[in-house]
């Protein structure tokens, strides 16, 4: 990719900006506009050139974020959920699926909180995982009810959380495919999250997967929430803050 930048302000133009004003008033999932980012090399921006991606990193993924929530919120909201999630995926993820990032055919998600964490912080609620993990040979069951997840049943795999396999601390994180049996989403989406993000709830009860598609070390996903996913996490947000036109707005006046 010769420029991102001139390679988002053609895809906000072509792609985004149309469907924008469809995506927040109906809901609808914005799969044209992430089709057009994968197809320009966008959905592999932070992918390591080793696999095809452009290599690039937090700063820039940050700038695509803020650009697209000027455009569409939803679309935003999409970006920052899926780049945060490759951040985890292309340090522990397969090579087969860093490879489909880069080549824009993959849009990852991130399906961590659960229902029963209560008023906790978003912290507290990312490293208190509920779901069970059970090995029986080469699969895991997972069992889990996950919450506020971000382009759900719309992603083609989510970075989940369970509790650990056999440590007695820690969480460990797994890369779940979204056509993965008995993985379910609810219908009518969450209230949380941008009209058109498809932000809703997913259940496993449960759903296997192969033990090899653990991210990182079992019981190490705490290190890997609170080293990368919490820090993208926090940086994309107040990017997509920052773009959107209203949230600026009201931050301007704040500061006023």
């Known amino acids: 990719m010769s420029s991102y930048r001139t390679a988002l302000a053609e895809v906000l133009a072509r792609a985004v900006a149309p469907c924008a004003e469809v995506t927040g008033t109906e809901g609808r999932f914005p ?3 992430v089709t057009a980012l994968g197809a320009t090399g966008l959905l592999g921006l932070t992918v390591s050139t080793e696999f095809g991606g452009a290599g690039l990193g937090l700063p820039e993924a940050a700038e695509v974020v803020a650009r697209t929530a000027r455009v569409c919120p939803a679309t935003a909201a999409v970006l920052r959920s899926h780049y945060a999630a490759v951040a985890v995926i292309d340090s ?4 087969w699926v ?16 659960e229902d029963d964490t209560g008023e906790q912080g ?4 990312l490293l208190m995982p509920r779901c069970t ?3 029986s040979g080469g699969v895991v069951a997972l069992r889990a009810r996950k919450r506020g997840v971000v382009a759900a049943g719309e992603a083609d795999s989510y970075v989940w959380s369970s509790r650990p396999l056999g440590v007695r601390d820690g969480l460990t994180l797994w890369g779940v495919p979204a056509h993965a ?20 709830t997913v259940l496993a009860d449960p759903v296997l997967i192969p033990a090899d598609a ?3 070390p079992d019981g190490g996903g705490d ?8 820090p993208w996490l926090l940086e994309l947000g107040a990017a997509a803050a920052a773009g959107t036109p209203r949230l600026a707005a009201a931050d301007s006046l704040a500061r006023s």
């Open 214 to 216: 653990r991210l990182g």
């Open 92 to 95: 522990h993820g397969s090579p």
């Open 98 to 113: 860093r490879g489909e990032i880069a080549a824009g055919r993959h849009l990852a998600g991130l399906a961590l909180a």
């Open 133 to 135: 993990a059970v090995r």
């Open 223 to 230: 290190d890997i929430v609170l080293r990368t996913i919490l």
């Open 181 to 200: 049996p008995d993985l379910f989403v609810p219908a009518r989406p969450d209230a949380a999250g941008p009209p058109g993000s498809a932000t809703s």
């Open 31 to 33: 799969r044209g506009a």
């Open 122 to 125: 978003a912290e507290a609620q």
